[in-house]
């Protein structure tokens, strides 16, 4: 049987869009943050509902971009955006 759980985006007005899956809520939210457009400076919030549990995880997440690392395949460019989240907070749905 597999590990990996399912998260759903949520925004503030309680939409759900996206799917993203991960063995820990960090890595599904580090997957939401590379595809947001928050900074260090301004962080976006990411809340991720687990599904078939009551459980919303919220993380302050961000991208920068970095060098590729030396050992980097002749596909990958020599800059890539590198997620970052920080966890904020576990809330309870009802």
Known sequence: ???????????????????FTGKQPRQAALKAANRGTGTKSKPDTIRLRERGTKKMHVFKAWKSIVKAPKNRPAWMPEKISKPFVKKEKIETIE
């Open 1 to 19: 049987m597999s590990d990996l759980r399912n998260f759903v985006l949520r925004d503030e007005d309680g939409n759900e869009h996206g799917v």
